[in-house]
């Protein structure tokens, strides 16, 4: 017979990535854990026929209470309200799938569905629940649950980044990035700026950062040319895998300073994502393992 704890530890890293795309938080994701651990130890668990369906359901309700609250919070944020950077494996990157589900873009495209919305897209588009299995999560019915997963879909389509993105076409952008955050010699950066390229800084009114998004190559190009000199003398960038795609790190004296991020489109740079509040970027100096 297997025990609670042995079920839980077994499907953790999976209730984790489940919490995590649907709230784009590892903080609050850790909190729906512990929530789902208490729930899943007052279980009988002789009566559960499927442990990880029970668990994925317990998870999906924790997850959809916190994220109607963080809904309500986010609207009173400081300036671009950006996801929590994981530091990730590279067993990550090679599921192009789920490195594509838990993109800083596609977090972000997320973020524009309703919490039902995402709950039924995050289940069957990236872990392939039946309708069935949804519904129960949800609180829907099974037809109710098709219909919603449909509109989330088709939402999404129209908001994802265009094409897959080869890991080089990833790393050349961020080369491109760190040279003219180090140099100030911009124009191999503007080679592969999208014109509408949008640069969004989260420092989440704690840090400096941008309050509104920098839109457009030439403007974009402009505003880090004038902190090129000062970020060179201060920070020293290296090179990462942030959830499941290169990325920077920038460190002022030793301490993590900046995540940069970037989303790419038809082979250019059409956004990019710096994130800069403290409070998001403690997990960034050790690895977290994702699943699916």
């Known amino acids: 017979m297997v025990s609670a704890t042995d079920a839980f530890l077994a499907h953790r890293n999976l209730l984790f990535t489940v919490a995590y795309e649907m709230l784009g938080s ?32 317990i998870t999906t309700r924790q997850a959809l209470d916190r994220l109607r609250t963080l809904r309500r919070r986010r609207e009173s944020y400081v300036g671009p309200w950006l996801p929590e950077p ?27 569905l309703t919490p039902t919305e995402r709950a039924v897209f995050v289940l069957r588009e990236v872990f392939d629940l039946g309708y069935d299995e949804i519904a129960g999560a949800v609180d ?48 191999h950066l503007l080679d592969i700026l999208a014109p509408d390229v949008v640069l969004l800084t989260d420092g989440g ?33 290296r090179p990462v895998q942030v959830n499941g795609h290169p990325a920077l790190i920038l460190r002022r004296d030793g301490e993590i300073d900046t995540v940069v991020a970037v989303r790419i489109d038809d082979g250019l740079v059409t956004g990019l994502y710096a994130v800069r509040n403290p409070e998001k970027l403690s997990r960034v100096d050790r690895e977290i393992a994702l699943s699916r």
């Open 26 to 57: 590892a903080v609050d994701a850790e909190d729906v854990l512990q929530e789902t651990w208490l729930r899943w130890v007052g279980v009988d668990l002789d009566a559960v026929r499927d442990h990880r369906a029970y668990l994925f359901r």
């Open 86 to 112: 994981l530091l990730t494996a590279p067993d990550v990157a090679e599921d192009v799938e789920l490195a594509d589900s838990v993109s800083m873009a596609m977090l972000l495209v997320l973020e524009t």
């Open 140 to 187: 829907k019915s099974p037809a109710a649950v098709r219909q919603i997963a449909h509109r989330a879909r088709g939402h999404v389509a129209a908001r994802r980044p265009r094409g897959a993105v080869s890991p080089g076409q990833a790393r050349d952008a961020l080369v491109a990035f760190q040279r003219a955050i180090e140099t100030g010699d911009l124009q």
């Open 205 to 237: 009114g704690i840090v400096r950062a941008a309050v509104t998004p920098v839109v457009g190559a030439d403007t974009v190009a402009r505003l880090l040319a004038a902190g090129s000199g000062r970020i060179a003398d201060r920070l020293s960038p």
